[in-house]
């Protein structure tokens, strides 16, 4: 019987083991799934990034091509002027 009772204690001691260690596997996913989680909102993150950096483009052309568009103005008032010297 005393045997017995050693050999139950010493399976349930790993099974012991066993279920801390499943425990510790456990927590590891768990990190891996926060981990996973904080990418995947980085690469959010990055897109938008990239997003901004479109839109900054595209105001910056809007600016030259309004830069472009003064000098055109001045251009067709000097000529208007230059027109009227003429006359």
Do not use: G, L, R
Not at 62 to 79: F, L, S, V
């Amino acid at each position: 019987i005393m045997q017995n009772i050693h050999q139950d204690y010493y399976i349930m001691q790993i099974i012991h083991k066993v279920n801390s260690i499943m425990q510790i596997i456990h927590k590891a996913y768990c990190i891996m799934q926060i981990i996973h989680k904080a990418y995947c909102i980085m690469q959010i993150i990055h897109k938008a990034y990239c997003i901004m950096q479109i839109i900054h483009k595209v105001y910056s052309t809007m600016q030259i091509i309004h830069k472009a568009y003064c000098i055109m103005q001045i251009i067709h008032q000097d000529y208007y002027i230059m027109q009227i010297i003429h006359k």
